[in-house]
């Protein structure tokens, strides 16, 4: 049998709390080589403005957790064009989980609400192994829902001293303010232009921007710079001198976002990454960063962190009987997995 859960079920079964440790653990096993996450793979949609021009893409991202017992896949993309016209979020996503031991499918589930959970979640778990201190002032770069789910992610971590905001829509950058000041320690400024919100210690990029718009310029030293974008947001100056690059899966960084450009210009490559996320979870490599150098960090997201996320919400759902178990192969007799629990804190 297969759990069903809708996005319902989903909402009670896991918080941003959960999240942050859960993404946590994930790149500590990356780190130890017991997790298995292979590239995304984009099916491009008419995104870029080509054929068959539906103006939206998806991506396929499987992943193996060892600390689960379990395998898994996220098919999730965005849609402008016809869905906006329906009146649909732009973001849509399924995660399938697999027993793996013998291939049975345990659950189907919604996807968009576990990612941006976990989009909030690798930001704010990156960010902690800088040991930047108490707290932080932030610019952020964009207001919609992952803009918020970056902000409640950092506040687990970290204190917000000042947040800055820039959105290319005031009434958004608004909405978003009077949504999260009660979160931040110190005030909340809508800015005016992106460089208004440029002095800050860490900046995050979470737009839908097809050009860059923050330029080399507008850096100081000290700043990390976190470019979450599909497209890119910061000019190629802005890597090219950065002191430091780390992400969180080599391959697929250089492949989308913001290093992608570069890499398929011959002018960057996997060399000039400093680590990924596994090696400073684990310490292999300390992170290096001060008021002196310009970091780049980007967490461009792996489906790794999907399954997991998915797996405890499975796990929690099993144990408050909550879904619909649905017979896909219709073998007959009794198809439940004895699942194995998850252990959050094994090391």
Same mark, same amino acid.
């Given at each position: 049998?297969?759990?069903?859960?809708?996005? /319902?079920?989903?909402?009670?079964?896991?918080?941003?709390?959960?999240?942050?440790?859960?993404?946590?653990?994930?790149?500590?096993?990356? #780190?130890?080589? /017991?997790?298995?996450?292979?590239?995304?793979?984009?099916?491009?949609?008419?995104?870029?403005?080509?054929?068959?021009?539906?103006? +939206?893409?998806?991506?396929?991202?499987?992943?193996?957790?060892?600390?689960?017992?379990?395998?898994?896949?996220?098919?999730? +993309?965005?849609?402008?064009?016809?869905?906006?016209?329906?009146?649909?979020?732009?973001?849509? #996503?399924?995660?399938?989980?697999?027993?793996?031991?013998? %291939?049975?499918?345990?659950?189907?589930?919604? #996807?968009?609400?576990?990612?941006?959970?976990?989009?909030?979640?690798?930001?704010?778990?990156?960010?902690?192994?800088?040991?930047? +201190?108490?707290?932080?002032?932030? %610019?952020?770069?964009?207001?919609?829902?992952?803009?918020?789910?970056?902000?409640?992610?950092?506040?687990?971590?970290?204190?917000?001293? *000042?947040?800055?905001?820039?959105?290319? *829509?005031?009434?958004?950058?608004?909405?978003?303010?009077?949504?999260?000041?009660?979160?931040?320690?110190?005030?909340?400024?809508?800015?005016?232009?992106?460089?208004?919100?440029?002095?800050?210690?860490?900046?995050?990029?979470?737009?839908?921007?097809?050009?860059?718009?923050?330029?080399?310029?507008?850096? /100081?030293?000290?700043?990390?710079?976190?470019?979450? %974008?599909?497209?890119?947001?910061?000019?190629?100056?802005?890597?090219?001198?950065?002191?430091?690059?780390?992400?969180?899966?080599?391959?697929?960084?250089?492949?989308?976002?913001?290093? /992608?450009?570069?890499?398929?210009?011959?002018?960057?490559?996997?060399?000039?990454?400093?680590?990924?996320?596994?090696?400073?979870?684990?310490?292999?490599?300390?992170?290096?960063?001060? @008021?002196?150098?310009?970091?780049?960090?980007?967490?461009?997201?792996? +489906?790794?962190?999907?399954?997991?996320?998915?797996?405890?919400?499975?796990?929690?759902?099993?144990?408050?009987?909550?879904?619909?178990?649905?017979?896909? @192969?219709?073998?007959? %007799?009794?198809?439940?997995?004895?699942?194995?629990?998850?252990?959050?804190?094994?090391?």
């Amino acid at each position: 049998m297969t759990l069903l859960l809708n996005v /319902k079920d989903i909402r009670g079964l896991v918080d941003m709390a959960e999240t942050v440790n859960i993404v946590e653990k994930t790149y500590h096993e990356m #780190g130890q080589g /017991k997790v298995i996450n292979p590239s995304k793979v984009n099916l491009d949609l008419g995104e870029t403005g080509n054929y068959p021009f539906y103006d +939206g893409f998806m991506n396929a991202m499987p992943a193996y957790i060892d600390w689960l017992n379990m395998a898994g896949m996220k098919w999730i +993309g965005g849609f402008y064009g016809g869905r906006r016209a329906a009146g649909f979020p732009y973001m849509t #996503g399924m995660i399938l989980l697999l027993d793996p031991h013998v %291939g049975r499918f345990l659950s189907a589930m919604d #996807g968009a609400y576990i990612t941006n959970l976990r989009t909030g979640a690798q930001t704010a778990v990156a960010l902690s192994y800088f040991k930047l +201190g108490e707290s932080i002032s932030l %610019g952020m770069f964009g207001a919609g829902t992952q803009a918020r789910t970056q902000v409640i992610a950092i506040t687990k971590r970290y204190k917000i001293n *000042r947040l800055v905001v820039w959105n290319h *829509r005031r009434s958004t950058a608004e909405a978003f303010k009077e949504d999260i000041a009660h979160l931040i320690d110190g005030e909340v400024i809508i800015a005016d232009k992106p460089e208004d919100a440029t002095d800050n210690d860490v900046l995050i990029t979470v737009t839908g921007a097809t050009a860059p718009f923050i330029t080399g310029d507008m850096i /100081k030293p000290g700043t990390i710079i976190m470019p979450m %974008g599909s497209r890119g947001e910061i000019t190629d100056d802005i890597i090219i001198n950065a002191d430091h690059i780390y992400v969180d899966h080599r391959a697929q960084a250089l492949h989308r976002g913001a290093l /992608k450009s570069l890499n398929d210009a011959g002018h960057i490559s996997a060399a000039d990454i400093t680590a990924d996320f596994g090696q400073l979870a684990t310490g292999e490599i300390s992170p290096q960063h001060n @008021d002196k150098t310009t970091t780049i960090v980007i967490p461009i997201g792996i +489906g790794a962190l999907d399954v997991a996320v998915a797996g405890h919400v499975y796990h929690q759902a099993m144990i408050q009987g909550l879904g619909q178990q649905f017979d896909f @192969d219709l073998l007959g %007799g009794d198809n439940t997995i004895n699942y194995m629990e998850p252990d959050l804190e094994k090391e």
